[in-house]
């Protein structure tokens, strides 16, 4: 059944969890864009492992 906890809610509780999910987007994306500011002005974005790299292809930086 596609999208059944949507029977069960009002449009006023529907519209409120939409600013609430909303905010919580603007939120994670001004912390990112902080993150980012942060790697780029300290000159660590280089540091990054990308999500999925298999640990067998990273290069041993430990030395």
């Known amino acids: 059944m596609k999208n059944s ?3 069960f809610m009002n ?4 519209l409120e969890m939409h600013a ?9 994306s ?5 993150a980012d500011a942060l ?4 000159n660590l974005k280089h540091l ?3 999500i999925g ?4 292809n990273t290069p041993d ?3």
């Not at 790697?39 to 300290?42: D, E, G």
């Not at 790299?53 to 067998?56: D, K, Q, S, W, Y």
């Open 30 to 34: 001004s912390s990112v864009e902080a």
């Open 48 to 50: 990054l492992v990308p």
């Open 39 to 42: 790697l780029t002005k300290y």
């Open 11 to 14: 449009e006023s509780e529907f």
């Open 61 to 63: 930086v430990s030395r």
């Open 20 to 28: 609430i999910l909303k905010e919580q987007q603007r939120e994670v």
């Open 53 to 56: 790299t298999n640990a067998a």
């Open 5 to 7: 906890y949507l029977q």
